[in-house]
């Protein structure tokens, strides 16, 4: 049996039989409670939100945690491929074409490992990227709640990493956003945008995110970003010169008359925004998929053989859906999975085995990809004696094509959600190097 073999089943087995590591989600919640107060918030999120942090641990092989970073590598120089980028840009609103210094923080690859024998050695599939991902910093706060009673894992096992150091790593990120976009210039003000963010499911981490800019030294503000002034030459609040936008808002190229002020401050380059639309056109439009995994599309463009082995190992086929092949995509449909070219957090995503005609009427009218259907890896939870399986999926904060945190969500359903009892963000855990 190789080594990798034997770390995949080892992972496996865990997945299947160890309880013992995991996270104390009563101090969890307390210090994330003395975190919120020192910005005026009694907050105990753990209560409010009950199922957003899960007390199990998911763990992987090391061979998939280098397998994913290295897709990651593979479809960054893919992106920056001429022929893609070119591509990609023709079908994207104008805004896209702006191609500002600044890379765009917390990259999301979402991955699926599959259930099948861990022994086949699959690659972890790549199911979609967001540029907008939530939950980074809400996942180093869930490190500093981990707990092991088993000596033997809890040596073996590598975890999220140090809070302190994933912290300052973090504003470092943004620090260099900065950096890129207006050189030696003083930052000053960050704003944390959302539409309504109060209102927003994760509006537990923008206050982390403000307290964190604070003990660094910056001014941060939570905004809703329909309160965003703009005075032909500044985005402002009150008022506040506003330095850099840390963008959460989900009409990905500021169409909606609410981000006129926002549109306006990044045509005129008067604001660093990230993530900002050329990201969400060059990454995360689903559509993207389809050309990643078109070999002789990427081998006309020149793009390096062993790239392109890489992203088909690693991404399922996916085909834009048109309605001439509506018949062959109903007929195929139980072995594929919908989502729209532009979507966000598994909003108006399908499994095609439980389509409706009425659905896929209206998947035909919309701008859809097809995705071959790959199933997600699987965590058995425990209900006293009773065993219950839990859904996974592997999701990669990414900066600058580095990977700087891996985290789990846990989940019953098509779609990972935050309603599942036992489920939500999990740590991830695999074998040190």
């Known amino acids: 049996m190789s080594v990798n073999t034997s770390e995949l089943l080892q992972a496996a087995r865990l997945n ?5 590591i995991g996270a104390d989600l009563a101090a969890l919640g307390a210090w994330l409670r003395e975190d919120l107060a020192r910005r005026g918030y009694d907050w105990s999120v753990v209560e409010t939100h009950p199922h957003l942090f899960s007390e199990l641990a998911v763990f992987v092989s090391r061979r998939h945690v280098e397998r994913m970073q290295h897709l990651i590598s593979a479809l960054e120089s893919a992106v920056a491929n001429p022929g893609y980028v070119a591509t990609v840009l023709a079908q994207a609103p104008p805004i896209a074409r702006i191609a500002p210094a600044q890379r ?35 996942n180093v706060e869930l490190g500093r709640a981990q707990r092991a009673c088993c000596k033997e894992v809890e040596h073996l096992l590598t975890g999220p990493g140090d809070v302190n150091t994933l912290e300052a790593d973090i504003v470092a990120m943004f620090r260099n956003e900065w950096r890129l976009a207006r050189g030696a210039a003083p930052l000053g003000h960050v704003a944390i945008v959302d539409d309504d963010p109060a209102a927003q499911y994760l509006y537990p981490e923008f206050l982390l995110f403000a307290r964190l800019f604070e003990m660094h030294g ?20 009150e008022g506040r010169r506003i330095d850099l936008v840390y963008n959460r808002v989900t009409d990905f190229y500021l169409e909606e ?21 050329r990201a969400h056109a060059l990454y995360a439009d689903k559509r993207n998929l389809a050309l990643l995994t078109d070999a002789d599309r990427l081998r006309q463009w020149g793009v390096p053989q062993d790239v392109i082995d890489g992203l088909l190992a690693g991404i399922p086929v996916t085909r834009v859906v048109e ?34 005609r009425k659905v896929f009427a209206e998947i035909l009218a919309g701008q859809y990809v097809a995705q071959a259907m790959v199933p997600p890896g699987e965590r058995l939870a425990r209900e ?26 846990l989940y019953q359903g098509q779609t990972t959600n935050f309603r599942t009892a036992g489920g939500g963000f999990a740590p991830v855990f695999y074998p040190p190097a």
Request: charged share 25%; aromatic share 10%; hydrophobic share 45%.
């Open 16 to 20: 299947r039989d160890c309880f013992c």
């Open 323 to 356: 309605a001439a092949d509506a018949e062959s995509l109903w007929a195929r449909r139980k072995g594929l999975f919908f989502k729209p070219a532009c979507g966000f957090g598994s909003r108006g995503s399908y499994r095609g085995d439980k389509l409706t």
């Open 218 to 237: 910056l001014r941060a503000t939570i905004v809703d970003a329909a309160a965003l002034e703009w005075d032909g030459a500044a985005l402002r609040h």
């Open 257 to 277: 008359p609410r981000h006129a002020a926002l549109r306006a401050a990044y045509l005129a380059d008067a604001a660093v925004l990230t993530p900002h639309p």
């Open 384 to 409: 006293g004696d009773v065993p219950r399986s839990l859904k996974l999926d592997l999701r990669n904060y990414v900066y600058d094509g580095r990977v700087q945190l891996v985290a789990a969500r």
């Open 104 to 138: 765009g923080v917390f990259f999301g690859y979402d991955f699926h490992i599959g259930q099948d024998d861990p022994a086949a050695e699959r690659d972890p599939q790549l199911i979609e990227i967001n540029t907008n991902a939530g939950g980074a910093l809400l």
